[in-house]
């Protein structure tokens, strides 16, 4: 789910039991709000669908000027809800430069050299943060029409940051949206991969993307972000790859649909699940967040 509430969105409840009925064990908590916040009644929810909690997700600004108490706001409701409910991680989101919903510009593509060193400052110090304070690991999550989506992106965000504090969330579907090369970041970065979110991107949607210059909405809308084994990247290599760490791994399985009509996702997710287990996922904790697919 993109949004805490939105009726463009599966209901909750439908969520977590689609999610279940297709084979999946770990969610994430999404949105805060769009799942109960009383870590009582969540844990009443997951007991009642079979399923447990991998992580939390939230976005940053911290490149902008006094945004830090925002962020730390939103990162420590999160962050004390998802280690209540047994989670390990918190998923850090870049916040696009571009509206979530209409893909209106609001704000330059480019950040400055003090709004990069802010940004990366400000990761390390989140991340500190919230190992000593939750005892959850911040994986960054590379993102669409953000500031930190192009394959050079990560690479120089990955060498500004301190790897005790801050890792990759590799979210495969966001890094090929850029023509990206997940292989070559797991190869290059083996300790910094802290955790994955699956997804395929359709190559002749992204040709689209380039041509006209379309937001991420719109690519969304136009099928940019399709089921396995019909888009980019080949799933076999990469969980290959990520099995060869020899450590654990969280893997989340994601499709982004958003707008789209209910009964779209439950059999995507069932397909997915079927295709996945026979890609050698053994090794990985497979799930699905936020009702995405």
């Known amino acids: 789910m993109w949004f805490p509430s939105d009726p463009a969105q599966t209901p909750a409840e439908r969520f977590l039991s689609e999610v279940s009925s297709a084979g999946y064990e770990w969610?994430?908590?999404g949105p805060y709000g769009y799942l109960p916040t009383d870590p009582a009644e969540f844990l009443e929810q997951m007991e009642r669908f079979g399923l447990r909690v991998s992580a939390g997700t939230v976005f940053e600004h911290l490149h902008r000027e006094d945004s830090w108490e925002d962020v730390w706001k939103q990162i420590s409701d999160v962050a004390a809800l998802t280690r209540a409910v047994g989670g390990e991680h918190i998923i850090v989101i870049p916040e696009p430069w571009r509206d979530h919903r209409t893909g209106a510009a609001l704000e330059s593509p480019e950040l400055s050299a003090a709004q990069w060193a802010a940004l990366t400052g400000g990761m390390d110090e989140l991340g500190r943060r919230v190992l000593e304070e939750y005892g959850l690991a911040v994986q960054f999550h590379s993102h669409a029409d953000s500031h930190v989506g192009y394959q050079r992106d990560i690479e120089r965000f990955l060498a500004d940051t301190d790897p005790r504090y801050v890792n990759l969330c590799l979210d495969t579907g966001h890094v090929s949206y850029y023509r990206g090369d997940n292989l070559e970041l797991i190869r290059t970065y083996p300790e910094r991969i802290g955790y994955l979110h699956l997804k395929q991107v359709d190559p002749a949607v992204l040709d689209q993307v380039e041509a006209e210059d379309l937001t991420f909405p719109e690519a969304v809308r136009r099928g940019v972000m399709i089921e396995p084994p019909l888009g980019v990247p080949e799933m076999g290599p990469l969980l290959d790859a990520v099995?060869?760490?020899d450590r654990d791994i969280y893997a989340i399985v994601e499709q982004d649909l958003y707008p789209c009509a209910p009964?779209?996702?439950?059999?995507?997710?069932?397909?997915t699940h079927t295709y996945l287990a026979?890609?050698?996922?053994?090794?990985?904790?497979?799930g699905t967040p936020r009702g995405t697919v």
């Open 278 to 286: 026979g890609c050698g996922t053994a090794a990985l904790e497979i």
């Open 243 to 245: 099995a060869a760490l």
């Open 27 to 29: 969610i994430e908590i």
């Open 263 to 271: 009964d779209v996702p439950a059999p995507i997710a069932r397909r």
